[in-house]
């Protein structure tokens, strides 16, 4: 924990999906000790000719789905990947409610036991039995006994975003998806990208900086049990194109910045392993080999995010820069405003 | 250098039978990972099936391209199933209430519909696999279009309007995503043997009928110009009986 980051509810949560271009940018340069806030139409000139941005091109999984068990049990279970060839997933169970109710207020799910059913989809043409394969305290291993094909399809039509309790009207797909996003592999919204729309992209390479891609797992945010969060984030994938690896590292050789849309890139960049999956957790005393720069949202002072951030810049810098988003009304959590620190 | 298509994949709507169902399996037979969508479940399994049989790849999702819950549902599913989108055809399409009426005797919500199913769709679906198209700089997206885009025949309004509109979406984003290595092609694939044919126009003789083209034929000629789609003007409106392939 970092103890000069700012307090829990210093950027109240944006609550609705607002448009891109209301994003505000707080900006950081950290060699110049410098804090301010700019318009996100002047990223491309805050970078330079030759610097590179590296965004998470996750799509965002219909995580949330609900149905009962076989004792009709009510169940949300938030998938932390799609079924894969063999037909299997894991998940984190929660109990009756939904997100209206703060994750720890709602009461405990159901206990699942290896062999047990879940039946999924509360729409009887939609209904998908599974069978759990593994069964921890709340996370669990699902395989769902249809094709693969069928499987993915129904969970698209039956499931939603996991949803915020700060945010009342439901989140739909289109609400979680960054512009450029594909493959569904994160559980929830990589949203630093958020605000990095078409035009974005457009300008920054019409500005001569690349924006190159990797795909990384983003798992859940927060479980609502202090035991499991504790724990996170989880394993989760990652997969860096060979041509991303080899922008990055001629960047490198020249002296350019590699700014990072988000901490799921942080996280797998500076990972650097050929085992394509990370738990590694950074803070202050990471010394950061890859990154020099981050897009990211703003988050209070008490979180994984938090921490990470602290990696990026000196405490008192930090706090500096949380103080002066704070008095001017930034929005925080998944739906906020940005902020782009351009590393020493 | 074209666009080698084994191993890419390849979303083709209207799936189900005629030109989407033999594009389908244009695409799979030079080796790409296709994801093919319909409404009807049954038919497009069977198609899919089909296409395994002769050591393709295929999947099926059955969603309707006119409802705007679908798009991400589709896009999601299909990357889920064989990766990010290369290959984008827009071949579902609706003529309106058949038969088909004057435009005069055209509900506004049947207008309306038809360009929910013929414009709008593609264009949330454009949305959504174009963005990541241009951060990858690369990928092809097809329009199936009609010669009703540029000819005004009677009875063929709803369609008609919605076809142009289709042709010219295809024009400005080819112009947006040419330079992120993105290519948009409107293809006009000519009157086929199909039923959509059939169902515009129920009274052709077996004479006219049998001089319509194959959806076989036509769907190996858009396969040929994915393959040459460098070759091609970025958002052109290309007539496939008009076109052939470089030497």
Known sequence: ?344 | MGMNLRGKAALVTGGSRGLGEALGEALATRGAKVVLVARDAGPLAEVAVRIRERGGEAHALAFDVGDKESAHRITGAAAELVGPIDVLVHNASTLGPLPMPFLLDTPCEDLEAVLETNLVGPFRIDKIVGGSMALRKTGVIVHVSSDAAVSGYPRWGAYSVSKAALDHLGRVLGAELGEHGVRVLAVDPGEMDTKMHADAMPDLSDTERAALAAPAAVAERIALMIEHVETIDPGARVVVSNWSAPV
Request: with cysteine.
């Open chain 1, 1 to 344: 924990m970092n103890a000069l980051a700012v307090p829990s509810n210093t950027f109240p949560p944006a609550t609705y999906a607002r448009p891109l271009d209301a994003t505000r940018l707080l900006v950081v340069h950290v060699a110049r000790g410098e804090v301010r806030e700019a318009s996100f139409v002047e990223l491309p000139r805050l970078l330079a000719r030759g610097d590179v941005v590296v965004v998470n091109d996750a799509a965002t999984l219909p995580a949330s789905v609900f149905g009962e068990t076989a004792r009709g049990e009510p169940i949300e279970l938030r998938l932390l990947a799609l079924p894969g060839e063999d037909g299997e997933c894991d998940a984190v169970t929660f109990g009756a409610g939904d997100w209206r109710t703060p994750t720890e207020h709602r009461p405990p799910p159901p206990t699942l036991a290896v062999g047990d059913k879940v039946y999924v989809g509360l729409s009887s043409k939609h209904r998908l039995e599974a069978t759990i394969v593994r069964a921890g305290d709340r996370r669990v291993g699902l395989r769902f006994e249809r094709s693969r094909d069928e499987a993915v399809a129904t969970l698209y039509a039956e499931g939603r975003p996991v949803q915020y309790a700060h945010i009342p009207a439901p989140l739909r797909l289109w609400d979680v998806q960054n512009t450029y996003a594909a493959e569904p592999w994160a559980a929830e919204m990589p949203s630093a990208g958020r605000p990095v729309d078409f035009a974005t992209l457009d300008a920054l390479r019409k500005h001569g900086v690349a924006v190159v891609r990797l795909t990384h797992g983003a798992g859940l945010s927060s479980t609502g049990d202090g035991a499991l969060d504790a724990a996170l984030p989880w394993v989760e994938r990652y997969r860096i194109p060979p041509e991303t690896t080899e922008v990055v590292a001629e960047a490198k050789r020249q002296g350019r910045r590699v700014i990072a849309v988000g901490t799921s890139v942080v996280r797998a960049l500076e990972s650097r392993s050929s085992i394509e999956t990370t738990s590694l957790r950074i803070d202050a005393r990471h010394h950061l080999r890859v990154v020099s720069g981050l897009l990211t949202g703003m988050h209070d002072g008490t979180t994984s995010h938090a921490d990470l951030v602290a990696a990026f810049l000196p405490a008192d810098l930090l706090a500096r820069a949380n103080r002066f988003a704070s008095e001017r009304g930034f929005l925080g959590h998944e739906l906020g405003d940005s902020c782009l620190i351009l590393g020493a």
